[in-house]
């Protein structure tokens, strides 16, 4: 029997798959602590303490830079993203002017004279002479195609000089880039506009204020434009737009005001005087001081061959050959004609025009050249040095085409007071002509007789009125051609009662003297005031056998680039005044004044001349206009203050510079007869000996005077001279 106390062993199975044994718990890790670095101790005390501050200011410094920083950088991306997307395109950039140009051309074609805003048309920055483009660059901004729009350095260095120079900071030098010029040339995008600004010069001031605030929008608009546009386009613009004198808007108009020529030929020297003009156009312009513009090009080629523009030899050579002036801009002729013809036209055509306007006119350089030489060498060698007298010249046409104006001594000017045109001055004697030419017309001869002797007049309010003769003798009986070559007083009058002061003032005003004419007796001795445009008119009238002049310059307006003109010329001849025999006659008196009267010092060669002297009462003025048959001149002679001339008549100095203008004017001009005729009787010694001889009967002037004035003579009162030679 078996023992079932004793334990089994175990099968093969069951070691197979009894459970193991179980292990023992792991040991949770402890885990390690790292070493730490023992801290330094704090720094103790006070200064500690203020260390402390210091890092935390600092810290907070920082934190409100950045953030003020980041703040700055979205805002002046906004701003200058703004006026990207407003930025117009670049061909609309280019012509920025508010008024339009208005070149002026003589008789002939020829250009003499521009008015306006000049601008001779668009050009770019990579089709100019590259000498003007590399002297812009050298004198305006040497980093233009290396900055952003901005120069900090440039700024900086005109803070520097300002500073230094007693200025604020932003007086004076400003430091701008080409870029930042040319915005302020836009005027930062805003645009003229007559019913926002009391005028343009107002608004060039406001666009051209150096204000904080200004220079930041200035700053914002140039990083525009260089985000908008490439650097040859804002120099385009900048070529386009700024002003270089002489009324020349852009680089284009400048070439062709003061050399005749493109833009895209300039030379060394012509660009950098153009480059020079940037930064003082008014008083640099060539035209006004040559000596001085060539002087500052010569700066600027310094600059371009410091630079690396030019070499040396260049350099030397453009300033051994300085630009000069094209001959139309040395000539600057006309400039009282030019300011006359625009002053006739139509304003929105001339002085306030948008459009460019070209005007052909009556002009002739040569006469205008005559004019002003002839008057020059008066001055120069018959006037006293330092004589403040003025004189005015007018040459004309038969047809009252003006070919040449004087309105004063100082001949390169422009808007300056016309005498020839605005001023007013009692005419003397010149007037006489239209006394006789209104007897004449009526049948009278110039062969009839009238005695000069002591008269008076009875003038209302004013008493008796006695004039006298200029010598203070009388002639007794005299012929009226001897009456009018003598420049005799008492006949004049006598001629002007007999006929009518109401016909005497019809005929003058029809004959173009505008002017109020005096209604007394004195009207015959030319006490009236007239300019000396009107009395050189009227004198063409006689000239052309006795029809009216209108005075004209314009003879042609249209615009730039159009065939058909706008308008034509408003003068020329007008209606009959007198008959043209009665003018004939006239002329052959006239004809005596300068061979055997007053007027003879106004002879040269053996041209026939006619005309008469004046000098008012009181010497203040002195005339002498007279014609040959191709030309009438007037020529008039006094001071701006009505000071008395002394010694001087109208048949001295005016007289003197009629000659000389008129000896060059008809240089290489064939002789032309005058269109005068003879009266009956005409040779008569009387006239040949400059003393009057009885006639058997007197004439009819005579006896209706005596009719009139119950053969009076004589008598008290006031006795002024009144007339002239």
Same mark, same amino acid.
């Given at each position: 029997?078996?023992?079932?106390?004793?334990?089994?062993?175990?099968?093969?199975?069951?070691?197979?798959?009894?459970?193991?044994?179980?292990?023992?718990?792991?040991?949770?890790?402890?885990?390690?602590?790292?070493?730490?670095?023992?801290?330094?101790?704090?720094?103790?005390?006070?200064?500690?303490?203020?260390?402390?501050?210091?890092?935390?200011?600092?810290?907070?410094?920082?934190?409100?830079?950045?953030?003020?920083?980041?703040?700055?950088?979205?805002?002046?991306?906004?701003?200058?993203?703004?006026?990207?997307?407003?930025?117009?395109?670049?061909?609309?950039?280019?012509?920025?002017?508010?008024?339009?140009?208005?070149?002026?051309? /003589?008789?002939?074609?020829?250009?003499?004279?521009? =008015?306006?805003?000049?601008? #001779? $048309? +668009?050009?770019? !920055?990579?089709?100019? @002479?590259?000498?003007?483009?590399?002297?812009?660059?050298?004198?305006?901004?040497?980093?233009?195609?290396?900055?952003?729009?901005?120069?900090?350095?440039?700024?900086?260095?005109?803070?520097?000089?300002?500073?230094?120079?007693?200025?604020?900071?932003?007086?004076?030098?400003?430091?701008?880039?080409?870029?930042?010029?040319?915005?302020?040339?836009?005027?930062?995008?805003?645009?003229?506009?007559?019913?926002?600004?009391?005028?343009?010069?107002?608004?060039?001031?406001?666009?051209?204020?150096?204000?904080?605030?200004?220079?930041?929008k200035e700053a914002v608009y140039?990083?525009?434009?260089?985000?908008?546009?490439?650097? /040859?386009?804002?120099?385009?613009?900048?070529?386009? =737009?700024?002003?270089?004198? #002489? $009324? +020349?808007?852009? !680089?284009?108009?400048? @070439?062709?005001?003061?050399?005749?020529?493109?833009?895209?030929?300039?030379?060394?020297?012509?660009?950098?005087?153009?480059?020079?003009?940037?930064?003082?156009?008014?008083t640099l312009a060539p035209t006004?001081?040559?000596?001085?513009?060539?002087?500052?090009?010569?700066?600027?080629?310094?600059?371009?061959?410091?630079?690396?523009?030019?070499?040396?030899?260049?350099?030397?050579?453009?300033?051994?050959?300085?630009?000069?002036?094209?001959?139309?801009?040395?000539?600057?002729?006309?400039?009282?004609?030019?300011?006359?013809?625009?002053?006739?036209?139509?304003?929105?055509?001339?002085?306030?025009?948008?459009?460019?306007?070209?005007?052909?006119?009556?002009?002739?350089?040569?006469?205008?050249?005559?004019?002003?030489?002839?008057?020059?060498?008066?001055?120069?060698?018959?006037?006293?040095?330092?004589?403040?007298?003025?004189?005015?010249?007018?040459?004309?046409?038969?047809?009252?085409?003006?070919?040449?104006?004087?309105?004063?001594?100082?001949?390169?000017?422009?808007?300056?007071?016309?005498?020839?045109?605005?001023?007013?001055?009692?005419?003397?004697?010149?007037?006489?002509?239209?006394?006789?030419?209104?007897?004449?017309?009526?049948?009278?001869?110039?062969?009839?007789?009238?005695?000069?002797?002591?008269?008076?007049?009875?003038?209302?309010?004013?008493?008796?009125?006695?004039?006298?003769?200029?010598?203070?003798?009388?002639?007794?009986?005299?012929?009226?051609?001897?009456?009018?070559?003598?420049?005799?007083?008492i006949p004049a009058v006598k001629?002007?009662?007999?006929?009518?002061?109401?016909?005497?003032?019809?005929?003058?005003?029809?004959?173009?003297?505008?002017?109020?004419?005096?209604?007394?007796?004195?009207?015959?001795?030319?006490?009236?005031?007239?300019?000396?445009?009107?009395?050189?008119?009227?004198?063409?009238?006689?000239?052309?056998?006795?029809?009216?002049?209108?005075?004209?310059?314009?003879?042609?307006?249209?615009?730039?680039?159009?065939?058909?003109?706008?308008?034509?010329?408003?003068?020329?001849?007008?209606?009959?005044?007198?008959?043209?025999?009665?003018?004939?006659?006239?002329?052959?008196?006239?004809?005596?004044?300068?061979?055997?009267?007053?007027?003879?010092?106004?002879?040269?060669?053996?041209?026939?001349?006619?005309?008469?002297?004046?000098?008012?009462?009181?010497?203040?003025?002195?005339?002498?206009?007279?014609?040959?048959?191709?030309?009438?001149?007037?020529?008039?002679?006094?001071?701006?203050?009505?000071?008395?001339?002394?010694?001087?008549?109208?048949?001295?100095?005016?007289?003197?510079?009629?000659?000389?203008?008129?000896?060059?004017?008809?240089?290489?001009?064939?002789?032309?007869?005058?269109?005068?005729?003879?009266?009956?009787?005409?040779?008569?010694?009387?006239?040949?000996?400059?003393?009057?001889?009885?006639?058997?009967?007197?004439?009819?002037?005579?006896?209706?005077?005596?009719?009139?004035?119950?053969?009076?003579?004589?008598?008290?009162?006031?006795?002024?001279?009144?007339?002239?030679?």
């Amino acid at each position: 029997m078996s023992d079932s106390s004793k334990r089994r062993r175990p099968l093969v199975a069951d070691k197979r798959y009894s459970s193991a044994k179980p292990k023992p718990a792991a040991r949770k890790k402890t885990p390690t602590k790292k070493r730490l670095t023992p801290k330094k101790p704090a720094r103790g005390g006070i200064l500690g303490f203020f260390l402390r501050v210091i890092r935390w200011v600092f810290r907070l410094i920082w934190k409100i830079t950045w953030r003020s920083g980041v703040v700055a950088m979205l805002a002046l991306a906004l701003a200058v993203g703004y006026v990207f997307v407003t930025l117009p395109a670049l061909d609309k950039l280019l012509d920025g002017r508010a008024r339009g140009s208005v070149i002026l051309e /003589d008789r002939y074609g020829d250009t003499f004279a521009w =008015r306006g805003d000049q601008f #001779g $048309g +668009a050009v770019r !920055a990579d089709t100019v @002479s590259r000498h003007l483009k590399n002297a812009v660059v050298a004198t305006e901004d040497k980093r233009f195609y290396r900055h952003f729009g901005l120069s900090p350095r440039g700024i900086a260095s005109a803070v520097r000089i300002n500073l230094g120079e007693g200025r604020g900071p932003l007086s004076g030098h400003g430091g701008s880039t080409i870029t930042q010029q040319t915005a302020k040339l836009l005027c930062l995008g805003v645009e003229y506009d007559p019913a926002d600004w009391k005028n343009e010069a107002e608004y060039v001031r406001d666009c051209r204020r150096g204000s904080l605030s200004r220079k930041a929008k200035e700053a914002v608009y140039a990083l525009a434009m260089e985000a908008k546009y490439s650097k /040859d386009d804002i120099l385009s613009i900048y070529l386009n =737009r700024a002003y270089m004198g #002489g $009324g +020349a808007y852009g !680089a284009e108009a400048a @070439s062709q005001r003061y050399f005749g020529k493109s833009s895209l030929i300039l030379n060394v020297s012509e660009g950098a005087m153009l480059a020079g003009l940037l930064t003082a156009p008014s008083t640099l312009a060539p035209t006004q001081n040559l000596e001085r513009s060539q002087n500052r090009a010569a700066t600027v080629v310094r600059l371009m061959r410091e630079q690396g523009y030019v070499t040396k030899t260049e350099e030397a050579a453009a300033r051994a050959k300085p630009a000069v002036l094209s001959q139309a801009a040395q000539k600057q002729a006309g400039g009282y004609f030019a300011d006359w013809v625009m002053a006739s036209g139509p304003e929105f055509f001339t002085r306030n025009t948008t459009e460019d306007v070209i005007i052909s006119t009556t002009l002739d350089q040569r006469l205008q050249k005559a004019a002003e030489d002839g008057l020059q060498w008066i001055f120069d060698n018959k006037v006293r040095e330092g004589s403040k007298a003025q004189a005015a010249i007018v040459v004309m046409s038969a047809d009252g085409a003006v070919r040449a104006m004087v309105g004063g001594r100082e001949t390169k000017v422009v808007g300056a007071f016309n005498r020839a045109t605005q001023a007013l001055r009692q005419t003397g004697s010149a007037f006489k002509p239209f006394v006789y030419a209104a007897a004449l017309d009526l049948g009278y001869s110039p062969l009839d007789t009238l005695v000069d002797e002591p008269t008076c007049w009875d003038t209302p309010g004013s008493g008796n009125w006695c004039p006298k003769n200029y010598t203070k003798r009388f002639s007794g009986q005299v012929t009226l051609a001897a009456a009018l070559k003598d420049s005799l007083n008492i006949p004049a009058v006598k001629v002007s009662e007999s006929v009518g002061r109401d016909l005497v003032r019809r005929v003058a005003s029809d004959f173009g003297i505008k002017s109020d004419l005096a209604v007394g007796p004195a009207l015959a001795l030319g006490v009236s005031e007239s300019t000396l445009i009107e009395m050189t008119g009227a004198y063409a009238g006689i000239l052309n056998g006795g029809s009216a002049v209108a005075p004209f310059g314009l003879v042609e307006l249209r615009l730039q680039g159009d065939e058909e003109p706008l308008m034509g010329t408003g003068g020329g001849i007008q209606e009959r005044v007198i008959q043209e025999s009665s003018a004939a006659q006239l002329v052959w008196m006239m004809e005596k004044v300068v061979s055997e009267g007053s007027g003879r010092r106004a002879q040269f060669g053996d041209r026939e001349i006619a005309g008469k002297t004046g000098t008012t009462q009181g010497a203040k003025d002195a005339w002498f206009i007279g014609f040959t048959g191709d030309y009438v001149t007037g020529v008039w002679m006094g001071y701006d203050d009505n000071t008395k001339l002394q010694g001087v008549t109208g048949g001295g100095l005016p007289t003197d510079i009629w000659r000389e203008v008129m000896k060059r004017v008809h240089e290489g001009v064939p002789q032309k007869p005058l269109p005068m005729s003879a009266p009956i009787g005409a040779r008569d010694p009387a006239l040949d000996q400059g003393t009057p001889k009885p006639r058997t009967n007197e004439g009819i002037i005579e006896n209706l005077l005596r009719e009139l004035l119950g053969g009076g003579s004589g008598g008290n009162g006031p006795s002024p001279s009144g007339g002239d030679r």
